[in-house]
């Protein structure tokens, strides 16, 4: 390979693989699910995943190029946080970058209804539902 395709494709590696995420987690630690696992998104609910009983995992903030690598990357920071759902997106683009943040949220065992646990402070109003799912569970 001469020099100019090597620099080439490390320059495009670099850009494809360019992710920054910072993940604060919230209560205790989860078992990993497996690696693929289904997450379900929930973009606009700002309230958590409707009807679901869940707690709330982690607090997620994620940067990359294109927001569909932004998205992947969600999926599989939440199967590794042992989490069920991703939900109330807050997205934005600026230079070129996808910035989203997010919260990763499990399923309660109880099964109950809208039930909800959360640690810590919560920025958002956990109260009020948006929107509706971003079609069925993708893997």
Not at 29 to 56: H, S, T, W, Y
Not at 61 to 87: H, N
Not at 98 to 113: K, M, S
Request: charged share 25%.
């Amino acid at each position: 390979m001469t020099g100019a395709r090597l620099a080439l494709a490390v320059l495009l590696l670099a850009g494809v693989a360019c992710v920054d995420i910072e993940i604060r987690l919230r209560g205790p630690a989860r078992v990993a699910r497996p690696e693929g696992c289904k997450v379900v998104l929930f973009p606009e609910e700002k309230g958590g995943p409707p009807n679901i009983g869940f707690e709330d995992v982690a607090w997620v903030t994620v940067s990359c190029r294109g927001r569909e690598r932004c998205i992947d990357e969600l999926r599989k920071q939440a199967c590794a946080t042992g989490s069920d759902f991703v939900y109330g997106f807050s997205e934005n683009t600026e230079a070129g970058y996808t910035h989203i943040d997010a919260r990763f949220a499990a399923r309660t065992t109880d099964g109950g209804g809208s039930s909800r646990r959360s640690y810590g402070p919560d920025p958002g109003d956990p109260d009020r539902m948006y929107g509706r799912p971003l079609g069925p569970a993708v893997k």
